[in-house]
């Protein structure tokens, strides 16, 4: 409770925060009328700011496809959907065009007759199929959009929405599918202005009357005197980082509703410590569900890992429905799970069906099994 109390006190809550409150109170109260279950799904990545007028920043790769995926699917899935995501990352729907290979503009064409926009008959069907979902979501006031940017305002908007949402009880849902930052700048210890990459220009000082002080010029960190006073020698930047308060404790004990479900992912790169890793995440924050993923084999497996038997339950998208990745590697799926077994994947190809034709998005398998969970949970506590 001081970690959380000094935190907050620290940091000024984001200038939207009020404005986001507003609308989300009105969403949750009209899903409240219609007895409707609420997923919260956080996507994108957080920024860390090096300076309070913020020019450099540190960033992940994360451009939210597993949320806005995750959202359309909990969309189809009966949900409604508070969308917390990184501003400019993807959005459900629009992200099948948006963060296109092609700029969206060759998805259209000028009609010769009247000159009006068209989409070109190549991608009329599939586009017509995700306005008409677009549509029903905002039409039926089933989808809120809301942004934010840095770590600090992602924790901000999670507690707010998480104590918004606690009339819903148990037909509340956190799909928390934001890439996080681990580590920070506190505000303290935070530049004001632009970190220098080189000294000031003498003739600058002197125009503005301000003599240089040493502490004026940024020669990195921890260097030595006979280092610093080598010629031409490039500047370091060296920074000190602190582990973000872990919050996901005061989520499930505190801010969120009282038998809602709570769900997060563990992403990492070693094969042999994703399992580890997702249990060990589970026991420290006692919250109902861990989904882990390989970042090489992300878009065609992940493990649930649950505080219940069977514990460990892989989740693969057949071999013949796999999408292309230019980051993926087939040859590790399965690797995580302790062996890579061909028989398993002959089985599942089996069932399948045999068409080579259809992408199958793994969020399409992930959904429908957390919402059977999540159906579990209401039952048991009601």
């Known amino acids: 409770m001081e970690m959380e ?24 109260e009209l899903q409240l009328e ?30 939210g ?34 963060h296109s290979t092609n700029c969206f503009l060759d998805f259209m064409d000028e009609d010769a007759t009247t000159s009006s926009i068209v989409v070109r008959s190549e991608y009329q069907h599939a586009m017509r199929d995700v306005l008409r979902k677009y549509r029903y979501a905002k039409q039926n006031n089933l989808l809120l959009v809301l942004p934010f ?3 600090t305002e992602y924790i901000f908007e999670l507690r707010a929405m998480a104590n918004l949402m606690k009339p819903l009880g148990a037909n509340a849902l956190f799909y928390l599918a934001a890439a996080v930052s681990d580590f920070f700048i506190p505000r303290d210890r935070m530049a004001e202005h632009k970190i220098q990459s080189s000294e000031i220009p003498s003739d600058i000082a002197k125009k503005h009357d301000q003599p240089i002080q040493d502490d004026d010029v940024y020669t990195g960190y921890n260097e030595s005197e006979e280092q610093q006073q080598q010629p031409n020698k490039s500047k370091k930047l060296i920074v000190d980082l602190d582990p973000v308060p872990k919050f996901l404790h005061r989520l499930v004990d505190g801010w969120a509703p009282e038998g809602s479900m709570i ?32 970042l090489s084999t992300r878009k065609w497996e992940v493990v649930f890992v649950t505080p219940e038997p069977p514990h460990e339950r892989w989740i693969r998208v057949p071999k013949s429905k796999r999408s292309k990745s230019i980051s993926g590697e087939q040859n590790q799926i399965g690797l995580a799970e302790g062996s890579r077994n061909k028989q398993k994947e002959e089985k599942e190809e089996e069932q ?9 998005e793994i969020e399409c398998m992930i959904i429908p099994k957390l919402v059977q969970l999540h159906t579990k949970r209401i039952e048991l506590v009601k």
Do not use: C, M, W
């Open 263 to 294: 769900v997060s992912f563990k992403l990492e790169t070693d094969p042999n410590l994703l399992v580890y890793k997702a249990r060990a995440s589970l026991q420290r924050y006692a919250h109902h569900l861990v989904i882990g993923n390989l």
């Open 5 to 28: 109390s000094n935190y907050f006190s620290n940091y000024p809550p984001p200038k939207a925060l009020p404005r986001h409150e507003a609308l989300a109170r009105a969403f949750i």
């Open 352 to 360: 399948a069906g045999q068409d080579l034709d259809t992408d199958l």
């Open 65 to 98: 496809t597993r949320g806005a995926a995750s959202a359309e699917q909990f969309l189809e899935n009966g949900y409604a959907v508070i969308f917390l995501h990184r501003q400019f990352s993807l959005l459900p729907y629009s992200r099948h065009y948006s």
């Open 34 to 63: 219609h007895k409707r279950r609420v997923v919260l799904v956080t996507s994108g990545g957080t920024t860390v700011p090096l300076e309070n007028q913020t020019v450099r920043f540190i960033d992940n790769f994360s451009a």
């Open 149 to 151: 940017t840095t770590v």
